[in-house]
């Protein structure tokens, strides 16, 4: 199994939950740019779960070295990466705030996931999973930079599921809504529309093993993005979304 930012605390409940129904693999590739974070939790599942799992580092604001990548396979990989940022007045003039945001969530993660695409389509198997995000469904101002960048990650996730469909590869799209984790605490969240790691990993394992294409972490937010994408824009613009 391949984990692409795998000290998200969604993408660790995953593995767990992988782990937990009995999956195992020759070796797990824990990637993250916080390699003691990683390291720690490699040491949890080897321990909990008996199973040998390698940290290695990727940190996309830095020069990627592919070669570190080369033996690296697996039939799973599930990418967690991403980077909310600052969206406020502050952050949306802060050039440095906005390049992390599309760096991060789009253009330097795009070239890396394509490495290990590649690999995928010379096996002709696996499933490929990644964590998108609601907020890429309709450009709304408070979070749009952020949002835009995950549509265009939800665009590369659908045109790649169609890519690799008869190579035998699977893609699935995770659309979590609101998260209780690290990065969305001290937030004012609507605890009912707010999923837990613990939850969005069932979520995401039962659309695994289902083959879904797109799944939302809670039902309920694709009722939601389903009004909000309707709205004309008209009416749209004026609202406070």
Same mark, same amino acid.
Request: a neutral charge; proline letters at 2%; charged letters at 25%.
């Given at each position: 199994?391949?984990?692409?930012?795998?000290?998200?605390?969604?993408?660790?409940?995953?593995?767990?939950?992988?782990?937990?129904?009995?999956?195992?693999?020759?070796?797990?590739?824990? !990637?993250?740019?916080? $390699? +003691?974070?990683?390291?720690?939790?490699?040491?949890? =599942?080897?321990?909990?779960? &008996?199973?040998? #799992?390698?940290?290695?580092? !990727?940190?996309?604001? $830095? +020069?990627?070295?592919?070669?570190?990548?080369?033996? =690296?396979?697996?039939?799973? &990989?599930?990418? #967690?990466?991403?980077?909310?940022?600052?969206?406020?007045?502050?952050?949306?003039?802060?050039?440095?705030?906005?390049?992390?945001?599309?760096?991060?969530?789009?253009?330097?993660?795009?070239?890396?996931?394509?490495?290990?695409?590649?690999?995928?389509?010379?096996?002709?198997?696996?499933?490929?999973?990644?964590?998108?995000?609601?907020?890429?469904?309709?450009?709304?101002?408070?979070?749009?930079?952020?949002?835009?960048?995950?549509?265009?990650?939800?665009?590369?996730?659908?045109?790649?599921?169609?890519?690799?469909?008869?190579?035998?590869?699977?893609?699935?799209?995770?659309?979590?809504?609101?998260m209780a984790t690290k990065m969305t605490e001290g937030l004012p969240l609507n605890a009912k529309l707010t999923a837990t790691p613990k939850q969005a990993a069932a979520c995401i394992f039962k659309a695994y093993k289902n083959k879904k294409n797109v799944a939302y972490?809670?039902?309920?937010?694709?009722?939601?993005?389903?009004?909000?994408?309707?709205?004309?824009?008209?009416?749209?613009?004026?609202?406070?979304?």
């Open positions: 199994m391949i984990v692409l930012g795998s000290t998200s605390e969604v993408a660790q409940a995953f593995v767990e939950k992988v782990l937990q129904e009995g999956e195992r693999f020759e070796r797990i590739y824990l !990637l993250s740019s916080n $390699k +003691e974070t990683t390291e720690r939790f490699a040491r949890h =599942i080897d321990v909990k779960f &008996l199973q040998h #799992a390698e940290v290695i580092e !990727l940190d996309l604001m $830095k +020069e990627i070295d592919y070669n570190s990548f080369e033996n =690296i396979h697996s039939n799973l &990989l599930f990418c #967690a990466i991403g980077y909310l940022g600052d969206d406020t007045e502050v952050g949306l003039y802060d050039h440095k705030n906005t390049e992390k945001i599309i760096d991060v969530n789009y253009s330097k993660l795009i070239p890396v996931l394509n490495h290990f695409v590649q690999k995928f389509e010379s096996k002709r198997s696996g499933t490929i999973i990644g964590l998108s995000s609601v907020a890429g469904e309709r450009g709304r101002q408070s979070n749009f930079i952020y949002g835009s960048a995950k549509a265009a990650f939800t665009a590369y996730l659908s045109g790649l599921r169609n890519y690799l469909f008869d190579k035998k590869v699977h893609v699935l799209t995770i659309k979590p809504g609101f972490v809670l039902p309920v937010w694709g009722v939601i993005m389903l009004i909000i994408k309707n709205i004309p824009e008209r009416i749209f613009k004026k609202l406070k979304l």
